[in-house]
């Protein structure tokens, strides 16, 4: 016979996980759930969800139970997955105040982004930086970084041109430079750069730690407080590893602009802004306990440079790969793009800025490669903040977390006939052939936390696309039959997604090309 005790305890003891564990809908008001997959006990969806493109799982899960809300459960961790533009808008940004704060990332912590706007909760550190970017990067602030991403756009294709089977490192090249152009001035000499080299460490420990909120440590945070002896986890011993890499990379340029700025010699930066507009402020806001609290110091200019770094080098690198795969998939688009600019520009000099309301037909390509594969396809979550409903559903606080499936809103077939398929023509008004569909919403994110590197994105991808549209003919290589090899892409899972290498052929569209670069 099995003894009494024991078997109680044990029985005690999967009943509290049972109940600790379980998902509740709101008792008081009796509003259920959002509609939710059969999940385990206990773990509840961590097996059924895929490890690789959840995504798309999503969006099935939605059309399965006729729903753009859907309720997931990890370990006891609410997840609400918004599947429709309708949703985001509705609860991300109409009803920003309650769904803005974020879920603690403590890994991102362990590999040395600390003062990280992406990753502050609702507070003042949020406030301070979330206000440094809204003001550094509007539109108007964004145009003094415009020579350097005409210049950096440049230096790509003619990367290109020499060697264009290295056609890949050369926009990993161009990701790197900008930003550091931008958030310190200073400009990269080549693959060798030492800050190059930072860079490349850093990018390397984000995109192969595991997956941003996702990991062991987010779950278990009482892991980033082992020993470094008893690092057990590999990603836990990769991140400390990498750590000292990516302090360097916030405080090895951090500190230069601050010695160029001493001697009158920084350049243009983000980082020589905001140290100037710290000192003018630094008389004033010593006074006042209000100012401050807002009052900016070294180590937020710091975190900020780096979050620039963080947020902005990969998501335009992606960004860009995606636009090479559209292009080799459709030489059609890509002719009538050269033919648009040609007719405005003509072949005597390259597209810049002042060109761009001229180019509709090349925005329209930016809207579509921005579209069809999102390069941020869950987005970053956000939390709950308190106790919600939405179409009737309840949505728990606090433990909550909000996923903005911009996969599913880009793809939405209620919004965009045959989603699937790569026409910028489709935002063309209808009197002028279009469909008149509207631009897509999503990719950028919602509400308070929408990102505020988005102009300056947007004018770094459009700078690459129109000069690469210029020069470059981007074609499908050929199989020893002589046929074309058309891409069959898969994309990475994480924050960033980015399409598996696949194979193209760049080469210049004219004679005079190179002469046109320099
Ligand atoms: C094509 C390039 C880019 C894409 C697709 C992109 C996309 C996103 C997305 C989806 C979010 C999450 C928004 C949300 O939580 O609702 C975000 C946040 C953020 N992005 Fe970007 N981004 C890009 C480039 C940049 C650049 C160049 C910068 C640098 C200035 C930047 C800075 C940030 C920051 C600081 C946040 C965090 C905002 C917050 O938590 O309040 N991003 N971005």
Redesign the pocket.
């Known amino acids: 016979m099995l003894p009494l005790l024991p078997v109680l305890l044990g029985f005690l003891f999967f009943g509290f996980l049972w109940w600790a564990f379980s998902p509740r809908g709101n008792k008081k008001n009796r509003e259920p759930l959002p509609p939710s997959p059969p999940a385990d006990p206990i773990i509840g969806h961590v097996r059924v969800v895929p490890a690789e493109r959840p995504e798309l799982t999503y969006v099935k899960w939605g059309k399965e139970h006729n729903t753009d809300i859907l309720y997931l459960n990890f370990f006891g961790k609410s997840t609400i997955v918004l599947n429709s533009v309708q949703a985001a808008m509705e609860l ?1 940004d109409r009803r920003g105040a309650k769904y ?1 704060d ?1 879920p603690d990332f403590p890994f991102m912590k362990e590999q040395g982004w600390q003062r ?5 909760s609702s507070g003042p550190s ?1 406030r301070r ?2 206000k440094m ?1 809204q003001n ?2 509007t539109t108007a602030n964004c145009v003094p970084y415009r020579e350097a991403q005409e210049m950096e756009a440049r230096k790509v294709v003619g990367r290109i041109l020499k060697t264009p089977q290295d056609w890949q490192s050369h926009l990993i090249m161009f990701g790197t430079t900008v ?1 550091l152009r ?2 310190y001035g200073i400009t990269v000499g080549e693959n060798d750069d030492p800050y190059v080299e930072l860079a490349k460490k850093a990018s390397f420990i984000i995109s192969n730690a595991g997956q941003t909120g996702a990991t062991m440590v987010d779950n278990f945070p009482f892991l980033r407080y082992l020993p470094k002896w008893l690092s057990i986890l590999p990603s836990l011993k990769l991140a400390r590893e990498y750590y000292p890499y990516v302090r360097a990379l916030h405080d090895l340029p951090f500190a230069a602009v601050k010695t160029a700025m001493s001697h009158g010699v920084a350049e243009t930066s ?1 980082v020589k802004k905001m140290l100037e507009e710290m000192a003018e402020n630094d008389e004033n806001e010593k006074k006042d306990t209000e100012a401050q609290i807002n009052t900016l110091t070294d180590a937020d200019v710091n975190g ?1 440079a780096g ?3 963080v ?3 990969d ?2 690198l ?2 860009l790969s995606m636009f090479v795969l559209n292009m080799t998939e459709h030489p059609e688009v890509q002719r009538k793009g050269w033919e648009e600019i040609e007719s405005v520009i003509g072949k005597e000099r390259l597209p810049t800025f002042a060109d761009r309301d001229k180019l509709p037909y090349v925005d329209c390509i930016m809207q579509e490669v ?1 579209r069809r594969y ?3 396809p869950l ?4 939390k709950s903040a308190e106790d919600g409903t939405y179409k009737g559903y309840f949505i728990p606080k606090g433990r909550s977390t909000m996923v ?1 499936n ?1 996969y599913a809103m880009l793809r939405d077939e209620n919004v965009y006939k045959d989603p699937g398929t790569f026409n910028p023509s489709r935002y063309l008004p209808i009197e002028k052939g279009g469909a008149g569909e509207p631009l897509p919403i ?13 102009h ?3 004018a ?2 459009w700078m690459v696309m129109a000069t690469m549209l210029a020069t470059l003919e981007i074609s499908r290589p050929k199989d020893i039959n002589g046929n074309d090899i058309i891409p069959a892409p898969t994309f990475s899972t994480g924050i ?1 997604s980015h399409p598996a290498p696949f194979l193209s052929v760049l080469k210049p569209r004219f004679e005079n090309v190179a002469e046109l670069l320099s």
Not at 379 to 382: I, K, W
Not at 442 to 454: S, V
């Open positions: 991300l803005s974020r990280n706007l992406a990753f502050f949020f930086h979330r970017f550094a990067f930003i931008i958030a983000f900020a979050t620039i770094y947020a902005g080098q998501t335009s992606a960004t921005f999102p390069v941020v987005g970053v979550p956000h903005a911009a999503g990719q950028f994110g919602f509400g308070r936390r929408i990102c505020p590197g988005r300056l994105a947007t770094s991808v960033v």
